[in-house]
């Protein structure tokens, strides 16, 4: 018949056994679970500069696009502001003398203007 002190060393020799499966088992949770956060924040890493090349790529085309139309601004600009000095000069080759007295009337109105 077994005594009280085999029943109790045999328990705390199973209990152990239990004890160092539980720890080999916490310890491959743990890895899997290390190994598991790894994958998300490599993968999470990777979603992000997708993210940012394609928010980087949206920014320089809207910025393409703002510099075209601004130059397309500019060129119609300046066509137009020739298109009006060339008009001007046409007005003043068929009409010298209404030129002329434009002119003068505009330097009149200044003259009197900055003596005040």
Do not use: C, H, W, Y
């Not at 075209?68 to 000069?89: N, V």
């Not at 434009?102 to 200044?110: N, P, R, T, W, Y």
């Amino acid at each position: 018949m077994a005594t009280k002190t085999e029943d109790v060393s045999a328990e705390a020799v199973e209990l152990r056994r239990e004890i160092d499966n539980l720890r080999g088992d916490i310890g491959r949770l743990t890895e899997a679970v290390s190994a598991l956060l790894q994958r998300e924040i490599a993968d999470t890493g990777e979603r992000v500069r997708e993210a940012a090349g394609e928010t980087l790529n949206r920014f320089s085309s809207t910025a393409e696009d703002i510099a075209r139309a601004t130059r397309d601004a500019a060129a119609g600009a300046e066509q137009r502001l020739r298109s009006a000095g060339s008009e001007i000069e046409r007005g003043i080759e068929r009409n010298p003398l209404t030129a002329v007295l434009i002119a003068g009337g505009i330097g009149l109105i200044l003259g009197i203007m900055s003596r005040r």
